[in-house]
Each structure stands twice: as C-alpha cells, then as structure tokens.
C-alpha cells in the first residue's frame, strides 16, 4: 500500500512538474486545481459504482443459491415418498398378472376378429392378386399382396407376443398362408422384368416404370418398420426385409452390363474393323441411353434416388469392365491404337461422356480411368513393340523396292524442280506420318515417344542405305556398261538424302515439342551427309575413270608436242556436270569444287611424277606456256560450272608451278620457288625437288641451297583452308625404274 502512495505521488510530481515548466503558467494554477478536482470526483463516481454493481450481483447469487437449496430439500423429501409408495406397490402388480393374461388375451382375439375376413377369403385373394400380375396390373397386385401379409404378421405377432416357443401354431400360420410367399415372388419377378426393359418401357409405357418404384418405396417402408419392431419386441416376419431397392440397383446395373456387353456384333475373322465398330456402337449406346435417362427415366424415380449419377455411374463401370476385358485379348497394333484413341480421347470428349446434354448433369473430370494407368503402359508398351517390328519390316521392303529401280534402263523421276528422285523418302515419311498422326490421337507424351523411335529406325536405316550405295558403285565398277542409268540414279541417291534431311525436319516441327537437338538428330545428319558426300564422290570416281586416259597424258612428250588431253578433260567434264546439274544444294556445289580440286591435283600429280624433263629453255617456256593455257581453260570451266570462290586459287597453283618452268634465269629460282611456297605453304620439300628435276637445269648445288634455305624458313600451312599439294606424293626412282630408264635411253642413243 505504502508503495502504491509512494508512486502516485511520485505520478502526481512529474505531472505538475509538466504542467508548470514556464512562469506564466502559475496564473492557471487555480484552474489546473480546479480541472484535477473534477477528474478525481468523476474517477470516485465511477469507481463507487462499480462496487456497487458487483455488491449487487453477489447479493443476488446468494439468494439464488438460498432458493436453490430448499428446492433441493423439497425432491430429496419426494423422491422418498415415492420409494415408499413403489415398494408398497410391488405386491399389488403381481396380484394383477391375470390381468394382464386377459389383455393380452383380448388383443389377440381383436386382432383375429379384425383379420377374420381376410382369413377365410385367403384363397380367394390369392388368386385375385395371380390374375392381377398376370394382367400386369402391379399396383392394385400389390395391394392385395400387402393385405395377405398383413392379416399374416399381425397373426404370427400376436402368436409371438402370447408364446413366442409354441412353433406348431406358427407353423400353422405359415402353411395357411405359404401361398403369399410365391405371390411376392411372381410380382417380383415382373418388377424385375419391367426394370431390364426400363430403356423400352420409359419410352413406350413410363407409367409402367412408375407403378415399379412406388411398389418397391412401399416395400422398403414396411421393411423398415418391421426392422424397428424387431428391435424392441424380437419378433420379424418370414421374408422380411425384402430389400427390393437393392435388388432394384442390382438388376439396373445387370441390365446396363448386357446392354454393353451385348454390343458386338462381329469377330476379328469376319471384319478388320470389328474393334472400331464395336467401340462405335459402344458409343452411340451409352450416350442416347444417359440422354434418356436425363430426358425421362430421373421423372419416374424418386429425387433422392439421384438416378442420373446413379446411371451414370453404372454406365461408366459397365464400359470399363468391357474395355478391360477387350485389352486382355492379344490385340493388334491398330486395334491398340483404336481402343486407346476411343479410352483416352473420344470416351471424355463431347462425343460422349462430355456431351452438352449430360454435361449439366454431371462431372467428367470426377470420373475414374476406364484403364489402369499400368494397363495403358502395357498396351503402349506392346504397340511400340509391334510398331517397332512392323517399321523395320516396311523400310526393308522399301528399300528393297528402290533397289529394284536402280537397275531400271529408264531415268528417274525428277521433281518440279527438275532433279532427280526416286519415291523412297515419300514412302518412308508417309509411314512414319501415319504413325506419327495415329500417336497423336493417342497422347502428347506418346507421340514424341512415337518420333524418337521413328527416328531412331530412321538412324539403322540410313546406315542400311549407305551400304547399299557402296555395293550399287561396287557392282557398277565389275562391268561400268551396268547399270545404264548410273549416274542418274546415283544422283536421286544424293537428293534424298536432301529430301531426307527436309521431311525430318517438317516432321519434327509438325510432331515434336521440344525444339532441342537430340543424339538421334546428330547421328541422322552425319549419317547423310556421309551417304551424300560418298555419293558425289562415287561419281567423281566415275568422270575419273573416264579421264584417267587423258591425265595420263599430261606432262608427257606427247603432250608437249601437240595433244589434246585437256580439251578432251574440260569436254567430258561439262558433259558429266549437265547430268550433275540434277544435284540439290548444297551437294552439287560442294561437288562441283571437289571436281575443280580433283583435277588440278591430278594435274600437279602428273608433274611430280615428273614424266618429262625439259632439255633446254624452250621446251621450259613452251611448256609453262601450255600450262597457263591449260590452267586458263579449267578456270573458265570450272567459273562457268559456279565451282566457287577458290577457283582462282586452286587453278593458280598451275599456273604458279609454269612460272617455275618458265624461268629463264636459274639464279632467280629461289624467289620463284619462295613466291611458290607462300602462295601455297603445304607444299613440301619433295614437290620442290620434283619440279626442279622437270625443270632439268638446276645444279644439285642450287638445289640444295633451296630446299635447305626454305627449310629453315618453313612455312605453316595450318590455316589453310584447301591444301593442295598435301595430298601429292612424289614417287620415289626405284633400281627397277631405273634400269628401265636406262635401257631405254640405250636403245634411243643406238637408233
């Protein structure tokens, strides 16, 4: 308490502190007295009241509790004035057993004075109700079945209730009225029958339909009350509970299974397409009976019934089962496709289960896979197995096909560009199109699995093709009469490798999508390219064969006096490129310059295997004059055929070389062969010493001091982009040769 003062007081100090902190604030001291002296009254009120309200609130506690205690004073003195009075009672209850034998009595008699009329007229409503069910007539049937079994429970009750052990009268009871077990039976049967022809019967006669489910809603009532008397007394009738509302369900669900099941209507041995007809019809089934449900069958039953869920959902594992049982069967790869298409597409689409009609009614997004995922793998699994086979088979047939029309004496196709082609790469890619657009039906996911593959059979094919190129050029080479249209066919051989590369391209853009290059592409390319670039090589070897004649003329005697080897090469050359024109970009460029290097190596080749020797100044001009000539006409050639922008350097390396020749003073040799070498620095030492043998007035000295002085200024060549001289070898003189040489040289001198 002491410190609760000491810190009010405390409080108070800060706070007149704060109030008086400027002298001209001591003229509103009064005032500031004043407005304390009203806070502190209003803060005594408050709190006055406040106690007050809670002494008020304890003072009504109290009394309650007062009050509650004489309450409880008053049942406690009850309750013993009624124990008093029970147990005096006890001994009366007992005196009145007999009583309660007569009431029971009584009742019983009641109950058969009631009953009486139904008793005797027993065999008469039985045979009633039999003709009422025969005529169909089911509700008034039912209410005569209803009155039978009445009379019979309230009787067998009541039997129960005097002496539940005596069983002879039950059974008396029972044989009396054994007929009314075989009337519920008749009229369930024909509840049953009305029910498998609901589709018909909703149509034609829905009142028929209506009368059904009234029966069984009355039905499920008695059910349900004889099950709650049976919990308090112990006593049910025979046959109860009936539980025709789930026989009802189970005979709907039995009625759509057929309905499903009786869809087929052909075997695989009769009709290819007996799966697509039967997924069809299938179809069609399903989707005109839920429109009728949802048209009709949900006015004939009642709304908590929620029929249309209910078929829906009946529906649905009724195809299930079907589709389930038909993916067991060993299926074909189409047939695969067909089913999964129609499982995976088509059955949610709004050709079906999401037609705009049911889709009000219902979730499809809600409803569980026809197929376990584990079978649908299985199925794909399958498929790209057969898939696999069937592709392998279908491009050997092709190629063996395109092989055929290798050997043909006729030209092939060309295409509205004019180049070559045979039909090989429009079969292949109409394959795998198919295919492809089959996948695509399916799943995203499986038609890149689908392309992957095809391209991955189109890798195994192209090595297949490219070795079938080689032995094309092998048999051709045994006999170069055969086939007569080599050369054109060998040419579509290279375009479709260009037609390959474009249709895998248009498929992947089309089918694929990742736009990202994978292993297969890596290994397809460098695979065409090697059958393209081997391909051009295979006719270049061909013009060759032709030329090797005339290149074996180049840098001889007989050349240097007069032949014409070269216009013979240019000749056959232009010639060959007419048909080579049929090539596709980039292919005939690139051949183009291959031809252009072909030659000019084969003409440097003719000089370093130094056929000639020239013996004096003139023959060196005559010959390096010819040269330029030569290396004029493969340059006009070669521009004319568009062989590229290194035309100029390659047929410079002959003219280069005649500027060697051409020299008249051998001192200068050394900045002739320097001007040489920097032009074209794959040269080697041995070229030099060739040349300057053909030469022939080069001293050994001079021909050393050369090649030593370039060697130690050796230049690389690295960077060079078409190396010329690198690919020459200079033959080396063997004794033999020589010899030769020699012998001849003998004779000459002695003639």
């Not at 079945?145 to 069983?167: G, H, P």
């Not at 790869?333 to 219902?362: F, Q």
Request: aromatic share 8%.
């Amino acid at each position: 308490m002491e410190e609760t003062s000491r810190e009010a007081v405390a409080t108070a100090v800060q706070r007149v502190a704060g109030m008086l902190q400027r002298s001209d604030q001591l003229d509103k001291v009064e005032q500031y007295r004043r407005r304390e002296a009203r806070k502190k009254a209003s803060v005594e009120a408050r709190l006055k009241a406040a106690i007050q309200s809670q002494l008020d609130g304890v003072r009504t506690g109290l009394t309650q509790l007062h009050s509650a205690l004489l309450d409880v004073k008053d049942i406690q003195s009850s309750l013993a004035d009624v124990s008093k009075d029970w147990r005096q009672s006890i001994n009366t209850i007992e005196n009145l057993k007999d009583v309660k034998d007569a009431v029971v009595q009584h009742s019983q008699l009641a109950s058969a004075v009631e009953n009486l009329k139904n008793i005797f007229s027993v065999p008469e409503i039985v045979a009633e109700t039999q003709q009422l069910i025969e005529q169909a007539e089911l509700l008034q049937a039912h209410r005569k079945l209803m009155e039978l079994e009445c009379s019979r429970d309230d009787l067998m009750y009541e039997q129960y209730r005097m002496d539940s052990k005596n069983t002879s009268d039950m059974n008396l009871i029972s044989i009396y009225f054994e007929d009314v077990q075989g009337l519920s039976d008749e009229l369930a049967k024909q509840l049953w029958m009305v029910l498998q022809r609901s589709m018909v019967t909703v149509r034609r006669d829905p009142t028929m339909l209506v009368s059904v489910v009234r029966i069984i809603e009355r039905e499920e009532k008695i059910d349900r009350r004889m099950v709650d008397r049976k919990k308090q007394t112990g006593f049910i009738p025979p046959g109860r509970p009936k539980r025709w509302k789930d026989k009802m369900f189970k005979v709907l669900e039995g009625t759509v299974s057929t309905r499903i099941e009786g869809t087929q209507s052909v075997t695989r041995e009769a009709d290819k397409m007996w799966l697509v007809r039967l997924l069809e019809i299938t179809r069609k089934y399903v989707l005109d009976d839920l429109i009728v449900v949802k048209n009709l069958m949900v006015q004939c039953f009642p709304p908590h019934y929620n029929t249309f869920n209910r078929f829906f959902g009946l529906y649905h594992n009724a195809v299930s089962t079907r589709i389930k049982e038909l993916a067991s069967e060993d299926l074909e790869a189409n047939e695969i496709v067909s089913m999964l298409t129609w499982v995976l597409n088509t059955y949610k689409s709004e050709e079906m289960m999401g037609h705009p009609e049911l889709r009000s009614e219902c979730d499809i997004n809600q409803l569980e896979p026809l197929l376990p995922q584990d079978v649908v793998d299985d199925l794909l699994s399958k498929y790209v197995q057969t898939f696999t086979s069937n592709i392998t088979g279908w491009l050997r047939k092709a190629l063996e096909t395109d092989k055929k029309d290798w050997q043909k004496e006729t030209e092939p196709e060309a295409d509205q560009d004019g180049y070559y082609q045979t039909t090989l790469p429009a079969i292949v890619f109409q394959m795998f199109e198919q295919n492809l657009q089959v996948a695509a039906q399916i799943d995203g996911d499986f038609k890149e699995q689908v392309l992957k593959l095809c391209l991955k059979q189109m890798n195994t094919f192209l090595i297949r093709y490219r070795e079938e190129a080689v032995a094309y050029k092998e048999d051709h080479l045994r006999d170069r009469q055969l086939p007569q249209c080599y050369v054109q066919y060998m040419i579509a051989i290279i375009n479709n490798c260009q037609t390959f590369k474009e249709s895998i391209n248009s498929l992947k853009r089309k089918y694929s999508q990742s736009s990202e290059p994978t292993d297969s592409d890596a290994a397809i390319g460098k695979t065409l390219n090697e059958v393209a670039k081997e391909g051009c090589q295979f006719l270049l070897d061909e013009v060759f064969l032709d030329l090797e004649h005339h290149l074996n003329e180049l840098l001889t005697r007989k050349w240097l006096t007069g032949s014409h080897a070269v216009d013979t090469i240019c000749v056959t050359v232009e010639d060959y490129f007419n048909d080579f024109n049929k090539i596709k970009k980039p292919f005939n460029q690139e051949m183009t310059s291959e031809a252009l290097r072909r030659v000019v190596v084969e003409y440097i080749k003719a000089v370093m295997q130094k056929r000639i020797t020239f013996k004096n100044a003139d023959e060196r001009r005559e010959g390096a004059e010819r040269m330029i000539k030569e290396a004029d006409q493969f340059k006009f050639l070669f521009r004319k055929l568009a062989a590229g922008e290194d035309t100029d350097r390659l047929c410079g390396a002959i003219a280069a070389t005649a500027e060697v020749f051409k020299l008249t003073d051998p001192t200068l040799l050394f900045l002739e062969v320097t001007t040489l070498v920097s032009k074209y620095p794959d040269i080697r030492e041995e070229h030099i010493q060739a040349l300057l043998a053909v030469r022939g007035d080069a001293s050994r000295e001079m021909r050393q001091m050369i090649i030593g002085t370039l060697s130690e200024n050796k230049v690389s060549y690295a960077g060079v982009t078409q190396p010329i001289f690198k690919d020459i070898t200079v033959p080396t003189i063997t004794m033999t040769t020589m010899t030769t040489m020699t012998s001849m040289a003998t004779a000459k001198l002695l003639k």
